[in-house]
């Protein structure tokens, strides 16, 4: 369940959702934890994941940064497959909506290739389409 469309959520909202997924203080957790908490806001977009009672279960952090002005660095932590098939789904759709300059159809198959990846790593036998030609 993600953030009902229409309903506004400010980052520094997220950020407080978020806080008790990370362990800000934990080297394995600190690359995740620096961009979804303290990297600047006005660069950054939190993506977020609730179960059925609301409560936050992962995010994407989607940050801009001054290696490559236009690709952002993603970072991610959900709890299952399809919470990050439904996170990024969320993502890719604002992102679209957001970079204009970027067409469609990459971001679809950005979608394809993330959800195949995924697949592959918890070794479900999930089948994706092909691209023709």
Same mark, same amino acid.
């Not at 969320?90 to 198959?109: A, C, F, I, K, S």
């Given at each position: 369940?993600?953030?009902? *469309?229409?309903?506004?959520?400010?980052?520094?909202?997220?950020?407080?959702? *978020?806080?008790?997924?990370?362990?800000?203080?934990?080297?394995?957790?600190?690359?995740?934890?620096?961009?979804?908490?303290? =990297?600047?806001?006005?660069?950054?977009?939190? %993506?977020?994941?609730?179960?059925?009672?609301?409560?936050?279960?992962? %995010?994407?952090? *989607? &940050?801009?940064?001054?290696?490559?002005?236009?690709?952002?660095?993603?970072?991610?932590? &959900?709890?299952?497959?399809?919470?990050?098939?439904?996170?990024?789904?969320?993502?890719?759709?604002?992102?679209?909506?957001?970079?204009?300059?970027?067409?469609?159809?990459?971001?679809?198959?950005? *979608?394809?290739?993330?959800?195949?990846?995924?697949?592959?790593?918890?070794?479900?036998? =999930? =089948?994706?389409?092909?691209?023709?030609?």
């Amino acid at each position: 369940m993600s953030v009902p *469309v229409g309903k506004i959520v400010s980052i520094h909202a997220q950020r407080t959702q *978020v806080r008790r997924l990370l362990d800000d203080s934990s080297p394995a957790d600190a690359p995740t934890a620096y961009y979804a908490l303290f =990297h600047d806001p006005a660069r950054s977009a939190l %993506f977020t994941h609730a179960d059925e009672k609301g409560r936050v279960t992962g %995010f994407v952090a *989607v &940050c801009q940064t001054g290696i490559d002005l236009f690709r952002p660095l993603l970072t991610l932590q &959900c709890p299952d497959a399809e919470s990050a098939a439904a996170l990024l789904g969320q993502m890719t759709h604002m992102m679209v909506e957001l970079y204009n300059d970027r067409p469609q159809v990459q971001g679809l198959w950005l *979608v394809i290739g993330l959800v195949t990846a995924m697949s592959l790593m918890d070794g479900s036998e =999930h =089948h994706v389409a092909q691209p023709a030609g």
